[in-house]
């Protein structure tokens, strides 16, 4: 009974996450070499801060590449579910490469704030930095339109993190202002400081939404409801229950049991079970459902570790 989600809607969420995954390779590339270039121009420490950072995005993009690519496969005979899940290992990843930068930056700052640098070619670095708060806000707003598309757990991980270095970037913009130009190579590594604290603060949220997809936490109570008020539209349908609900990537996994009139024959029960999954995927067209009809107030606990009582029967 279970109808699976539409091979169209899943090929254009698949089709964004890869186009979306090679952008931002591409940017963390061009960031890289952008703020190695103001680094050794300048030495000031909230480029250096930036740089590094860069680098874990490039490695935290490059393992969000590879897994929307794995996830996106199909269920085969040993993942039965798909792959799914896949993307919160990637999130995963990106949040320890964000706990490690922030350490980096942090103890790089605090060093440098008992032992201030001055910081050179100012002019170049402030050139830097916009242009990186350029690229890194068009591809924030790329990862935006996939996730729209595609739902995509890991680029939504990704892009919280390009998202986070926006505004760090405006931090590192103040830090090399104030050491270039203002002759306070201290609110320089201050301005470092507040980066690696952000980022360790980003991490965490990272680090939770990963948690909460690896432990199958449910999905939110409005649409749990959604799926409930489409399955009882259909008056022929008297309760709901044993509603699960998780995601795997970007498919939203749906299994319930549905009350139904025990005089039905097995044909007339069916057709009304495939009628609640079509009005459910069209509400979540990426969406696996298994409905599993009961037949009213004559039907006993059953279902295994997870079971119904028989309080849920009534």
Do not use: C
Not at 263 to 269: E, M, S
Request: glycine share 8%.
């Amino acid at each position: 009974m279970t109808s699976p989600a539409p091979s169209a809607a899943l090929d254009d969420a698949h089709s964004a996450t890869r186009a979306v995954t090679r952008l931002s390779v591409g940017v963390a590339v061009v960031l890289i070499a952008l703020k190695a270039f103001a680094l050794g121009a300048s030495g000031s420490v909230s480029i250096l801060a930036s740089l590094a950072d860069s680098a874990l995005d490039l490695v935290a993009s490059l393992a969000t590449f590879f897994a929307v690519r794995w996830a996106a496969a199909a269920p085969d005979e040993d993942h039965r579910y798909g792959h799914g899940k896949g993307e919160a290992l990637a999130s995963l990843v990106q949040a320890g490469l964000v706990f490690a930068s922030a350490l980096f930056i942090g103890w790089e700052a605090f060093q440098r704030m008992f032992d201030p640098r001055p910081v050179t070619s100012g002019y170049w670095s402030v050139l830097v930095v916009l242009i990186s708060i350029a690229l890194t806000g068009w591809l924030v707003w790329m990862q935006g339109r996939a996730i729209r598309k595609s739902g995509s757990m890991a680029v939504e991980a990704d892009r919280a993190h390009y998202a986070a270095d926006l505004a760090a970037n405006g931090v590192v913009l103040i830090g090399v202002i104030s050491g270039a130009f203002l002759a306070a190579p201290g609110l320089d590594a201050a301005a470092g400081l507040i980066v690696a604290v952000w980022l360790f603060w980003g991490a965490i949220a990272m680090l939770k939404t990963a948690a909460d997809h690896l432990v199958d936490k449910a999905l939110p109570d409005a649409d749990r409801v959604a799926i409930t008020t489409a399955v009882l539209a259909d008056p022929r349908i008297s309760g709901v229950h044993q509603l699960r609900t998780r995601m795997a990537g970007s498919v939203m996994m749906i299994q319930m049991h549905v009350d139904l009139d025990p005089t039905l024959t097995l044909d007339a029960a069916h057709a009304i079970v495939v009628e609640a999954e079509n009005r459910l995927l069209a509400i979540f067209p990426r969406a696996d459902i298994l409905i599993h009809p009961d037949p009213r107030g004559h039907a006993e606990p059953h279902g295994g570790a997870f079971a119904e009582t028989s309080a849920s029967l009534d």
